[in-house]
């Protein structure tokens, strides 16, 4: 009966309910009797190989991947061809491999096609209460193909990358989305890194086009985006890579032409040349397993990684995702208050978003700018019905007077998200009870820039929340907890966070580095995916995100390895080693003296090295870090003097040299 026994195996990939019963004996009905009152009854396969769905690879994500358009479809074979087991051979994975598609097509041809090209695609706020735009379907359509044009005019062919390196105009998903239009690889660079940073990622994937904006206004302050994209091409030069052209946004809010530094031959006004191609462009079909898009995002050691997401499978994923999560409809108006330099922006500002034929709100402006109840008063003027933010916002708004939350109606209000960072459950409440008035179910979205959509999150309509979980897994997603050994463990437990068996927005590789890709996330738990989080499952089976494992950090939402802030602050020239938590523990060159405009000067490394985001709050002088006798420093000890929780250091025997704990305790308020 090997028939049944592919189809057992095949049925055991599937998601949520079963995961949480994974303790239970499988029967196949018609091979045995379902008499066990806890055995899993499968259907015979027989009736499997007719039902609407099977398996989730088999039938549910290419029904699903039917509502879109495919210039030449995938067949009648497998969708998806994977193997996440390094044991086995190259980790490889592929969804709807030798179909062709194209994702700006989906996001706007396909949309206005069906009825809604005068529907509002983009609404724009600007930094200062007042000046706003907004696109419909067919005028977003029109600026992304004229784009588009320009950027094949000037040599920009299929596969090749561009870096954008723009605030939060709409400038910024209209490159996106004519990049992908022409089958260009985009590569968005937060516009907080610095030119350091930018510079790093443009001699990574070395892009024919750096598209920027002169400046841009956030709160009250003016950033000189022009300014770091030319140190950063510098920067570039001198590492014997040119970027042919820098094209720039003119942001006249911010700053004006006149004002702006230009290199004759280089530089191209946006506005001087878009405005002259034609409103329409062929569109480039690409296959689905084509790349769409590089996202750099921290690791726990070295430079860098460039997370690679192609376009058949991320399509499907972001779309779907994103309407099940938020429970979109059509009326929506929904405001993600990411920057399009992180994942969140990608899948949630841009692409999910519009495959939905939604209307996005796009936010140049700081939450708390003229004053704490902007983000209140925008909800209202726009009717915002869906609003997805980040924990570190809920948090700093919370400390505000309730008032500021108040003297906005916020009654359009439906659905509440977040992202990025665990939401503990008083922030969970107050967004609960007072922005959302005890009426609106919180989305708590967990995922990460490699997933490219959600992966553990709630169905707003369909199960009871609990304040800091993010519930269950999305449809098709197989999340499980093993222990040290890389077991799974089941029912109520806690343990590190892996994924079984891959999903359609999965990323396919780190740019030109497959390997350091099997090293990070397949080789820890072979036969897993391992995402770095810790997790605990609860008796219901409801998951709570712990946190990182591994030497990465949340500043403020923003992802960052605590070995990118070390190397910035170990450059400077008066220390000697570093290890950071953004509280640093930092350790001068023998002699050096303890003062505050060092201090300052260290903080200042890691502001132009990494971006002022990611800049310590707290610099500890340290004679000596507590070391393990191989020289791994305990950030656990660290972490406890840095919170003051001195009874709780716990067993400090085992250091090299024990004394350096006392000293640290000395050195604590100096
Ligand atoms: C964390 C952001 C708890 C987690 C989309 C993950 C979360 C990292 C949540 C990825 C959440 C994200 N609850 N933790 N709802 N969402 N995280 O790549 O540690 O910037 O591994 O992607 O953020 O960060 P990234």
Redesign the pocket.
């Given at each position: 009966t090997s028939g049944h026994l592919r189809h057992v195996e095949s049925m055991a990939q599937l998601p949520s309910g079963a995961g949480r019963i994974s303790h239970l004996n499988a029967v196949v009905l018609g091979e045995s009797l379902a008499s066990e009152e806890h055995d899993l009854v499968f259907p015979s396969p027989e009736f499997s190989s007719q039902a609407l769905l099977s398996s989730p690879e088999h039938g549910f994500w290419s029904e699903i991947a039917k509502e879109f358009y495919w210039k030449k479809g995938w067949g009648d074979g497998p969708i998806v061809e994977q193997n996440l087991d390094v044991r086995k051979g190259t980790v490889k994975i592929e969804w709807f491999k030798g179909a062709t598609t194209n994702i700006c097509y989906n996001a706007l041809d396909r949309i206005i096609g069906r009825g809604d090209g005068n529907k509002i695609a983009l609404y724009w706020e600007g930094n200062e209460p007042g000046h706003d735009a907004k696109l419909t379907y067919n005028e977003l359509l029109e600026k992304v193909c004229q784009l588009a044009n320009y950027l094949k005019d000037i040599g920009v062919k299929k596969g090749d990358a561009v870096v954008i390196y723009l605030p939060m105009l709409m400038e910024l998903p209209i490159a996106m989305l004519a990049c992908a239009r022409i089958g260009a690889v985009h590569s968005v660079v937060f516009a907080g890194f610095s030119a350091e940073s930018l510079a790093q990622r443009i001699l990574d994937c070395r892009p024919k086009v750096i598209i920027t904006c002169n400046a841009v206004r956030r709160g009250p302050k003016v950033i000189h985006l022009k300014d770091i994209s030319d140190a950063a091409l510098l920067e570039c030069v001198n590492n014997g890579v040119s970027v042919g052209v820098c094209l720039t946004y003119e942001n006249q809010s911010a700053m004006k032409k006149e004002a702006t530094k230009w290199v004759e031959g280089r530089d191209i006004w946006w506005q001087d040349v878009t405005p002259k191609y034609p409103t329409t462009c062929a569109v480039e079909w690409v296959d689905a397993e084509d790349s769409l898009f590089l996202l750099y995002?921290s690791g726990s050691t070295g430079k860098p990684k460039g997370v690679l997401h192609t376009t058949g499978g991320y399509m499907v994923y972001t779309a779907t995702t994103f309407k099940y999560a938020f429970d979109y409809k059509p009326s929506d108006i929904y405001w993600c208050t990411a920057d399009c330099g992180?994942?969140?922006g990608h899948s949630y500002v841009t692409y999910g978003p519009f495959l939905n034929g939604a209307s996005v709100l796009v936010f140049e402006g700081a939450p708390n700018y003229p004053d704490a109840g902007r983000c209140w008063d925008i909800v209202d003027k726009y009717k915002v019905t869906l609003f997805y933010t980040a924990p570190t916002l809920v948090r700093s708004l919370m400390r505000e007077k309730t008032e500021y939350v108040t003297r906005a109606s916020r009654k359009s209000l439906r659905v509440l998200g977040?992202?990025?960072?665990?939401?503990n459950p008083s922030a969970w409440r107050w967004f609960f009870n007072v922005v959302g008035d005890s009426r609106c179910p919180i989305s708590?979205?967990?995922?990460?820039?490699?997933?490219g959509g959600f992966m553990?999150?709630p169905l707003p309509g369909a199960w009871p929340q609990k304040p800091g979980s993010?519930t269950f897994p999305f449809f098709g997603v197989q999340p499980v907890i093993v222990d040290e050994k890389g077991n799974e463990i089941g029912g109520e437990c806690s343990g590190y966070l892996c994924i079984k068996s891959s999903w359609p927005g999965a990323f396919r590789t780190l740019y030109g580095d497959h390997e350091r890709y099997e090293t990070t996330y397949f080789k820890p738990f072979p036969g897993y995916y391992f995402?770095?989080?810790g997790c605990s499952r609860d008796g219901d089976g409801y998951h709570w995100?712990t946190?990182?494992v591994d030497d990465?950090i949340?500043v403020s939402?923003?992802?960052i390895g605590t070995a990118e802030v070390e190397s910035a602050l170990v450059s400077h020239p008066q220390c000697a080693e570093a290890a950071v938590g953004i509280y640093a523990f930092v350790t001068l060159i023998d002699g050096v003296p303890y003062s505050q405009e060092l201090r300052q000067s260290l903080v200042l490394a890691v502001r132009s090295q990494i971006g002022a985001f990611a800049a310590p709050d707290k610099i500890h002088w340290a004679p000596g870090l507590p070391k393990t006798r191989s020289g791994k420093i305990m950030r656990r000890i660290l972490r406890k003097i840095a919170s003051r929780q001195l009874d709780e250091l716990g067993d400090i025997s085992t250091l090299a040299d024990p004394s350096v704990v006392d000293q640290l305790i000395a050195l604590t308020d100096s």
């Open positions: 995002t992180w994942i969140t977040s992202v990025g960072e665990p939401i708590d979205t967990w995922w990460q820039t490699e997933t553990i999150t993010a995402t770095g989080d995100l946190g990182r990465v949340n939402g923003h992802r």
